[in-house]
């Protein structure tokens, strides 16, 4: 056996002790213990540890009444302390460690009132640590580990402020720690790990001189306390069972407490199944992901209480079914990443409530439906992936006023209509990719306004769609196959119901170098008009503001925006509306 050096055990290297041990018969001034005889008068030290001693002890030790220290360690004692054990009020330490005693520890333990040590370890004591231990303000070491003690720790431990160390570990010690426990203000070493110790950690024991980082100084493991823990223990793993505590939720075979958890990375560590609906208890989470798993079913609709959560990534999963509408319930999110999943149905309206998004990647799914128009409200949006799945419909002009868009990726979807005339306004895009779609009509030239890589095909991308020529000077040659078997004689590329023109005859006049153009509006409304040359080129900003509903007249006098002369032959005008755009063929004559 390691005996622990303490600060008792300095003490008594200054002690100096005396008793007499006899053989045979006893005199009237002595007694026997053990087959051997002791002086009643001047036995200070009885120490028998290791010695092989059997049975119980013996009442007859009373008699010693001026020892100060007895140790009865590492034998085969056993039975119930005796009474009169008590009656030893001069004792200073006290050792019956490693024996097979039984019973209770008394409430008499109090009247041993000049103790600085105690030792009942590796017993098989039960029962309550009394309360009068509180009355041994000497103590300076209480050893009680190894038995099978029940009860809670009394609150009157915190009456020994001496105390240095205190072991009660692997009983079955019950109850909330006692708030008390923080007044022993000389402790070091605090051991209660392995008992059924439930509750809360009251805050006192940050008071404690202990060093939190060592299992040998402080140790609390396998016990029922519950978070949240004080200060000083919020970096330590504890340990606990915690299936009992309030807020607690099982996620994935552990136990966590739900509100004191900020972020959950369970990226590549082989999960499987559903993501379970508790995940919405986690409403003081900031980052979630769980992606390059084997998650399959459903996003839960639970996922929309985590109103705090700024980052969720579920990609790379087996994910199916719709993007639940509660998405719109995640007030601070910044990233949503759900790609390569299989998800399907529509994207969900409330997108749009995500005014904090910069990055969605919706990529590598089968989303359908159309492109919702509420992302007119991600201001913030930085990145917008939606490639690789079943779009439908037109891009909403709406995108291309998200002045903060870099990357905007459309392609493989199945995306009709024509490219709104406000695609300039996209000033901070350098990747645009919508190839592989069904678009149609002209180009806006105001796309060269845009700061792209137009040769490199990962930056911009137009090819297989239905564009018509002319195409703006930056996309020729890089438009890619084009399907123009419905562009005709370059005609209208989209009609909209909402607020729309037709484009009436264009009369070249043989007198006047001049050609008029009319237009018939349904109602006023914002029109522009370019005239361009064969190759697409802009020769001519005609008109740029509202015109009224009616028939309207717009003349071009043949010069360019220079005021120069232009040669005679054949242009084009490009008449632009906020829903509608048409090609008018010129004819300029000397």
């Not at 996922?303 to 079914?321: E, H, I, W």
């Not at 639940?324 to 299989?342: D, H």
């Not at 490199?456 to 196959?481: E, L, R, T, W």
């Amino acid at each position: 056996m390691i005996r622990l050096l303490t600060k008792f055990d300095l003490f008594l290297g200054a002690l100096i002790c005396s008793y007499s041990a006899l053989q045979g018969q006893c005199n009237e001034s002595e007694v026997e213990l053990w087959e051997n005889c002791y002086s009643i008068e001047s036995t200070y030290e009885l120490n028998l540890s290791e010695q092989g001693i059997t049975g119980i002890i013996p009442e007859q030790i009373s008699n010693l009444y001026n020892l100060l220290l007895l140790d009865l360690s590492d034998n085969n004692l056993e039975g119930t302390l005796p009474v009169q054990l008590f009656d030893l009020e001069n004792l200073i330490g006290l050792n019956l460690s490693g024996n097979e005693l039984t019973g209770e520890i008394s409430s008499n333990i109090g009247s041993l009132t000049n103790l600085m040590y105690l030792d009942f370890s590796r017993n098989n004591f039960v029962g309550h640590i009394p309360n009068e231990i509180g009355f041994l303000s000497s103590l300076i070491d209480l050893f009680l580990f190894g038995n099978q003690l029940t009860g809670p720790i009394p609150s009157e431990i915190g009456n020994l402020e001496y105390l240095s160390n205190l072991y009660l570990n692997d009983n079955q010690i019950e109850g909330e720690l006692p708030f008390e426990l923080g007044y022993c203000s000389e402790l070091e070493y605090l051991q209660l790990q392995e008992n059924q110790i439930y509750g809360e950690i009251p805050s006192s024991i940050c008071e404690l001189g202990l060093d939190w980082q060592s299992v040998y100084s402080f140790n609390i493991t396998n016990n029922f306390l519950c978070p949240p823990y004080p200060t000083c223990l919020e970096e330590i793993i504890l340990n606990q069972n915690i299936i009992s505590c309030e807020g607690v939720v099982s996620l994935w075979d552990s136990l966590y407490h739900a509100d004191d958890i900020t972020e959950i990375n369970f990226s590549n560590v082989g999960l499987s199944g559903n993501i379970p609906p508790e995940i919405g208890y986690f409403t003081n989470l900031h980052y979630l992901d769980l992606s390059n798993n084997n998650l399959n079913g459903p996003i839960p609709e639970e996922l929309g209480n985590l109103n705090r959560l700024k980052y969720l990534n579920l990609a790379f999963n087996q994910l199916s079914g719709n993007i639940p509408n509660s998405i719109g319930n995640l007030s601070s999110l910044e990233e949503i990443r759900l790609f390569q999943n299989e998800l399907s149905g529509s994207i969900p309206q409330e997108l749009g409530n995500l005014i904090g998004l910069t990055h969605v990647n919706f990529r590598n799914n089968g989303l359908s439906g159309f492109i919702p128009t509420t992302i007119e409200n991600l201001d913030s949006l930085e990145i917008l992936y939606l490639h690789n799945n079943n779009l439908i419909g037109p891009i909403p002009p709406v995108i291309f006023g998200l002045t903060n868009l870099k990357r905007l990726f459309l392609h493989n979807n199945q995306l009709s209509g024509s490219l709104g005339t406000n695609i300039d306004e996209l000033i901070s895009i350098d990747k645009l990719r919508i190839e592989y779609n069904a678009i149609s009509g002209v180009i806006p030239e105001d796309i060269c306004n845009l700061d792209l890589e137009w040769e490199d095909s990962i930056a911009f991308n137009i090819s297989n769609n239905m564009f018509c020529k002319p195409y703006p000077f930056c996309v020729q040659g890089v438009q890619g196959n084009q399907d123009t078997i419905n562009c005709g004689n370059l005609k209208s590329i989209e009609q909209k119901p909402i607020a729309f023109f037709t484009r009436l005859k264009a009369y070249p006049n043989p007198f006047n170098p001049h050609t008029t153009i009319f237009i018939e509006l349904n109602r006023k409304n914002a029109v522009m008009v370019e005239i361009v040359d064969l190759l697409g080129k802009k020769v001519k900003l005609l008109f740029n503001g509202k015109l009224e509903s009616g028939v309207q007249l717009l003349k071009w006098d043949g010069r360019n925006d220079y005021g120069l002369k232009v040669s005679p032959g054949i242009y084009f005008g490009i008449v632009k509306s906020d829903y509608s755009q048409d090609i008018i063929k010129l004819i300029m004559l000397k």
